[in-house]
């Protein structure tokens, strides 16, 4: 394989990035007349957010990741790591992105923003991975080819060793998003983030960390890649009470405790909706929601609108015609969901 600089499009790779003043500035913080801020803080606020509080959620996700801060992009969400990777690696109208069908619509969505042909491969029946045509799928143009795992809506992980048949044939950048990975028996790939160049691993706040409303997502890569991806990210793409609050939550507790919790509601779940009349069949699940093949999703979908409880219906989806998608709640949310199902099944 080529190295993966040599994917970057050549205006990245020749970008002279925006810098401030104050990362240029390394002594005592003293008067800041740099960035036309007002000088009254008042609201606590009136600065820019510091480099410093983002090195140290940084390196706190570093110390609980086990992966050097070097390695670490801190961003918006996931989705800005996802557009990011299309603006570093895709030169528009040309570059085209593969990815695994189906999966997270924002793969998608971000080819048609960038104007970068998008080729959806579709998985296996049994939703397993589709090694070979993945590869078969790439050309000289593919310069993305993103890999969720476990899959969003399929709740499925699949196996490491697939993931890196894939990552080491390649001439390509592979994302793997492990939005979902804390739920999931088998595992991150993070331990072999050091072996593999083309590798940029997607982790986010969002789901287990259960703090979807801060907008932090975190992008593993080698260090060149982690590099570009700062200088092309807008300069204070976090907000400082973002940070903070982050930092807070995590230094609370490094292994979301909820985690345990939500996989044995998602297993009870599992077993009352697989005695369901109405159901047809519930996969099996490495994340925390399930997929679950109803009789008839759009009538029970109205149904449980009707009683007040919003799932995805995922029936118009590739290989999950009939599915409807259900995150796991709470004991008592998952209570009333129960109800609504079975009541409906009495009724139909
Ligand atoms: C929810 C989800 C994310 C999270 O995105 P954020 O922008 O970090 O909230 C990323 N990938 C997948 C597959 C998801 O389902």
């Known amino acids: 394989m080529k190295d993966v600089i040599s994917l970057v499009r050549p205006n990245i790779a020749s970008l002279e990035p925006y810098s401030t003043a104050r990362d240029e500035y ?159 028996p088998k595992g991150s790939l993070l331990p072999v983030l050091s072996q593999h160049r083309n590798l ?27 590099k570009i991806f700062r200088q092309v990210k807008y300069p204070y793409n976090i907000g400082t009470d973002t940070i903070e609050l982050a930092l807070r939550c995590l230094e609370a507790s490094d292994a979301p405790s909820e985690i345990k919790t939500l996989v044995a509601e998602r297993k009870r779940l599992e077993g009352i909706l697989r005695e369901e009349p109405c159901v047809l069949e519930v996969y099996p699940s490495d994340a925390n929601f399930l997929l679950v093949k109803v009789t008839d999703p759009s009538g029970l979908y109205r149904s449980l609108i009707g009683a007040g409880v919003i799932v995805r219906d995922r029936s118009r989806v590739p290989l999950c015609g009939g599915c409807l998608r259900i995150t796991i709640g709470t004991y008592e949310e998952n209570q009333k969901l129960i109800e609504v199902i079975r009541a409906y099944g009495r009724e139909s």
């Open 200 to 226: 940029v691993i997607l982790q986010t706040l969002s789901k287990a960390y259960g703090l979807a409303g801060l907008r932090v997502g975190l992008a593993f890569a080698c260090e060149d890649v982690i």
């Open 26 to 184: 390394k002594g005592e913080i003293g008067v800041l007349m740099d960035a036309n801020e007002n000088p009254f803080a008042g609201k606590g606020i009136n600065r820019y957010p510091s480099t410093s509080a983002k090195d140290a959620l940084r390196s706190k996700i570093s110390r609980m990741k086990r992966i050097p801060c070097g390695n670490i992009f801190l961003g918006n969400g996931s989705d800005e790591a996802i557009d990011l990777c299309y603006r570093i690696f895709c030169r528009p109208g040309m570059d085209n992105a593969v990815a695994i069908s189906p999966s997270y619509g924002m793969y998608g969505v971000c080819a048609e923003v960038n104007d970068v042909a998008y080729r959806p491969v579709l998985l296996r029946d049994d939703f397993s991975l589709p090694v070979d045509e993945i590869i078969a799928a790439c050309d000289n143009n593919t310069k993305l080819v993103f890999i969720c795992s476990p899959n969003n809506p399929t709740a499925n992980a699949f196996p490491l060793e697939s993931i890196l048949k894939i990552v080491e044939a390649v001439e390509a950048v592979v994302v793997v998003d492990e939005a979902y990975v804390d739920f999931s």
